[in-house]
């Protein structure tokens, strides 16, 4: 079955130990919301408090206030930035990957265009005032006031990972160039930070909003080391993960299993995912990977399909190297499940994290699967999607052949979903695959009678 024989490590079908379960999320996405939105309240009141409108009775006294409530809020979304890169658990299980990644985006552009906005407005109002243009000023403004300079290398490097975020530039970039690309917003942070301090009016002369800021500054860095470095030396330290085994799944498909030290204090559930690197070259770049096995306290499964440089590696993995585990992650788990019956709708390479769950559901109630792919030789796990269907009775549907949208009758229109699972609106749904096959999915579900509530999904792209 694989390169490297590991006796019953590859028996899946079968029945496996329950682990213990993480303890379920308390906090809720309105806690965090609100409390994030009173800082930026109390940012603008502190501008307001400093004389910022005070400013508006001429042209360029707006232009230079427009510029200063522009930095405080594009420097706050940029620490909102560092937050959400900081992998914190507690985010990623009220929010999970997919809102965390829509969040991420938009704050970054908006992070840029408030940082541009800054630097316009600013140059403006200073150049009105002084009687010089806007060039001059500029230039004056770059070589004379103490780290304006630094601001501006800042500034140039969140415009370059902006522009790397651009949909056109993403589908150019691979994975590997676009991650090392996005690094460089930590350095434009670090670079700014001095700038705002030193220059900043709201802080020059107010002892306790310098003091807000700089804990502000320090309590988000914090939350980025503890969770994005030291919470995973603590986890490898413990466990000590290595590659057991590769095993080729189908077209561009492969599986890695990872043993280690004490594997049934890992507690990671059916539907999570971690972020791996393989002690190789290239060990400094990150790459999330799904579960595909419930897990059992003895290994896990990863499988992977080549969408980059780095994946399309994997299957030359040699047993024994080492790998370096962060997390788990995701929130697409049956902690929340209300409903007896489950279905399960997979696209592509998003089959992974439900092969777990299916294998996990199915010993609790009724489980059904419909699994889109283009052609049959993209079907992954076929063989134990079966195994586990005739053990446990779930159902499976292998749903193949071209796409096909805004189809009422297509293979995952309401139509279809309606005549393979009539009990729909019975049913708790999980849906992962490509953004598009999971719009279509979600909306015909609810057309069905499934509330918003009992359909949970994240997001695959093949």
């Known amino acids: 079955m694989g ?7 590859t028996s899946l079908t079968r029945p496996v130990a329950t682990l213990r379960s993480p303890s379920r999320r308390r906090i809720q996405p309105a806690d965090v919301v609100g409390f994030l939105g009173a800082q930026l309240v109390l940012i603008v009141s502190m501008w307001v408090r400093h004389g910022g409108l005070d400013q508006l009775t001429s042209i360029s006294g707006l232009a230079i206030a427009t510029g200063q409530l522009a930095a405080l809020i594009g420097t706050y979304f940029a620490l909102l930035q560092l937050l959400l890169m900081s992998r914190a658990p507690w985010l990623d299980r009220t929010f999970g990957r997919d809102r965390l990644a829509a969040a991420h985006r938009w704050l970054g552009f908006g992070t840029v265009w408030l940082l541009v906005g800054h630097a316009v407005f600013t140059t403006l109002g200073f150049a009105l005032a002084d009687g010089q243009s806007v060039l001059g000023e500029a230039w004056l403004l770059i070589t004379t006031w103490e780290y304006v300079l630094m601001a501006t290398v800042s500034l140039g490097l969140f415009v370059a990972v902006a522009v790397s975020s651009m949909r056109v530039a993403r589908r150019k970039l691979s994975y590997e160039s676009w991650h090392g690309i996005h690094l460089y917003a930590y350095l434009a942070i670090a670079l700014g930070f001095a700038h705002q301090l030193v220059v900043g009016t709201d802080f020059i002369d107010d002892p306790i909003a310098r003091g807000y800021w700089i804990a502000l500054v320090m309590a988000t860095i914090g939350t980025l080391v503890v969770f994005r470095f030291g919470a995973p030396t603590v986890v490898n330290a413990r466990h000590r993960f290595r590659v057991a085994n590769v095993v080729d799944e189908g077209r561009d498909v492969v599986s890695v299993y990872l043993t280690g030290r004490d594997m049934d204090r890992f507690q990671i559930q059916a539907g999570q995912y971690v972020i791996v690197r393989f002690a190789t070259a290239g060990w400094w770049r990150a790459h999330p990977y799904s579960i595909s096995a419930q897990p059992n306290g003895r290994w896990l499964r990863l499988t992977v399909k080549a969408l980059g440089d780095d994946s399309a590696r994997l299957r030359d993995l040699a047993t024994g190297t080492r790998a370096f585990v ?23 390479i998003g089959i992974t994290p439900l092969r777990a769950i299916m294998e996990e559901r ?20 076929k063989g134990e999607l079966d195994a586990i269907a005739d053990r446990t009775g779930a159902r499976v549907h292998y749903l193949v052949g071209a796409r096909r949208a805004g189809d009422h009758a ?4 309401p139509t279809t979903i309606a005549r393979l699972v009539p009990d729909v609106a019975a049913h708790e749904v999980y849906l992962c695959g490509p953004a598009g096959m999971m719009a279509a999915a979600a909306a015909s579900v609810h057309v069905l009678g499934v509330p918003p509530d009992r359909i949970h999904q994240e997001r695959f792209f093949d």
């Open 362 to 381: 199915a010993a609790a109630g009724p489980v059904t699967l419909l699994y889109r792919v283009r052609d049959r030789a993209d079907l992954v796990f």
């Open 410 to 413: 297509g293979p995952l229109g």
């Open 326 to 348: 962060e997390g788990p992650y995701g929130n697409l788990t049956t902690d929340d499940q209300r409903a007896h019956r489950t279905l399960l709708v997979a696209g592509g």
């Open 3 to 9: 390169r490297h024989d590991l006796g019953d490590m």
